[in-house]
């Protein structure tokens, strides 16, 4: 089991620029695929980025990307989202996710696999984001 907690949102204005950090209590490469979903107000979650287990891929929701980066600390236990350019649109709850990194995850059979929600199985409370603007 891997407990998950965002930090590093806040209040921004458009234009601006965040980095969320996950802080995992396990070492994640090829242990964990981790990922970045948020959800805004009446809205349903959404994916927006993730990273495999191996390190060796990355994916990024059509809306963020050129401006999202995802990316896993030397120490292998925090995992970054740097937000550059944000929008109004961007403002959301942020939540980190985890996927034990398996032969599902490893071969991909089904791509669309990085950005389902249920294809994580830990979650952590979530970090808010607001971009003014």
């Known amino acids: 089991q891997v407990q998950l907690v965002e930090s590093g949102g806040g209040l921004v204005q458009a234009g601006g620029s965040l980095r969320l950090s996950c802080a995992t209590s396990?070492?994640?490469?090829?242990?964990?695929?981790m990922g970045w979903f948020r959800q805004a107000p009446g809205k349903e979650r959404e994916f927006v980025s993730a990273?495999?287990?191996?390190?060796?891929?990355?994916y990024y929701a059509d809306s963020v990307k050129g401006r999202f980066a995802i990316s896993r600390h030397s120490d292998e236990n925090t995992v970054f989202l740097q937000m550059n350019s944000l929008k109004p649109e961007d403002t959301a709850v942020y939540y980190c996710?985890?996927?034990?990194?398996?032969?599902?995850?490893?071969?991909?059979?089904?791509?669309?696999?990085?950005?389902?929600?249920?294809?994580?199985?830990?979650w952590g409370q979530g970090t808010q984001v607001t971009v003014s603007s």
């Open positions: 996710a985890a996927a034990v990194y398996g032969p599902t995850w490893a071969s991909l059979s089904d791509p669309n696999i990085p950005f389902r929600g249920n294809s994580y199985d830990y």
């Open positions: 396990r070492r994640t490469f090829g242990r964990y695929s």
């Open positions: 990273m495999d287990g191996s390190g060796r891929s990355t």
